[in-house]
C-alpha cells in the first residue's frame, strides 16, 4: 500500500509539473519569465515549456481605462503576468492646463501606445500605465504652456505632433511606441467662452459690412463704368454720324460740281461755236441767280439794277439770238 501511495504522488506530480510547465501564449501577447528571481526569457505566442518552481513568469501592475455608455472614465488597476503586444488606447480624464496669456483651460487627450520589447517594459520601468499618464500630464502643460489661447484652440494637429515626438522619444527607454496622441476637448472657462462669442459675432458684423461696403463699391464702378461706355458710344455715334453725314454733302457736291463742270463746258463750247464770250455768258448767269434771291422771300424788297447787269442781260438775249439764228441755219 505504501508503494502505491506513492506512485499514486509521483503520478499526480508529474502530472502537475507537466501540466504546469506548459504555457500557452496566445497571439500578440508574451510573458517574462524568471528563472530563480533572474531574467530568463520571454515567451512567444504558441506552447511554451518551462521548469516549474525555477521558472516562474513576472507580474506586472497595469491599469485598464475604459469609458462607459455615459461618457464617464471607468479606471481599474490589476497585476497581470501575460503583456498584452496590441496597441493600446489611454482615454486620459480632463486636466486643468494654463496657457501663455494666463487662461486656464480643461484637456483630455487620447494616447495610442504600444509595448515594443517586453523585457524593458517590465524592468525599465516600475509602473508602466502610470508613468505614461503621468508624463502625457506634465508634457501637455509644458506645450500649452508655451502657446496662447488663440493658438491652442487653432493648432491641435501641431500639438498633437509636438506631443507625440515627445512623448516618444521619452518612452523609448521603456519599450513602448506612441504612434498617435490626441486633443478631444479644449474647454475655455465660461467667461472666455462669451467673450470669444462676442469676438466672433462682431468679427462676422465686420466682414459683413465689409463685404456690403465691397458690394456698393463695386456696383458705384460699374454704374460708373457703364455710364463712361454710353457717353463714348453716343459720341462716337455722333461722330460716326458727322463724317458720314460731311461724306455724303461733300460726294454730293462733288457731283453737283461735276454735273456744272460739265455743263459748263457744254455752254462754253456752244458759246465758242456760235461765236460768243463764254465769261460773259457765265457772269450773267451768276447776277441771275443773286437776283432770284434778292427778290425771294416774305419781306418787300427795292431791287436796284446796275448798269453792268442790264449790259449783261442784254449780251445774254443777243447770245440767245445767235443761239436761235444759228439752229435756223442748221435747219
Known sequence: MSILLVFVVLIALIITFVVRGFKIIQQSETMVIERLG???RCLSSGINIIWPIID???TIEWKFIKTDVDGRIIIRKDTIARIDLRETVYDYPKQNVITRDNVNIEINALLYFQITDAKRAVY???NLPDAIEKLTQTTLRNVIGELDLDHTLTSRDTINTKL???LDEATDKWGVKINRVELQDINPPDDIKLAMEKQMRAERDRRATILEAEGQKQSEILKAEGARQSDI???EGAKQALVLRATGEAEARIKIAEAEAEAVLKVTKAIKDSGGNPTTYLIALKYI???KEMVSGKDNKVVYMPYEASAMLGSIGSIRDMFGSHAQSKT
Open 56 to 58: 516562474k513568469p513576472r
Open 289 to 291: 441767280d443773286a437776283l
Open 124 to 126: 525599465e520601468i516600475a
Open 233 to 235: 458710344n453716343r459720341a
Open 38 to 40: 533572474r531574467y530568463q
Open 164 to 166: 507625440r515626438a515627445i
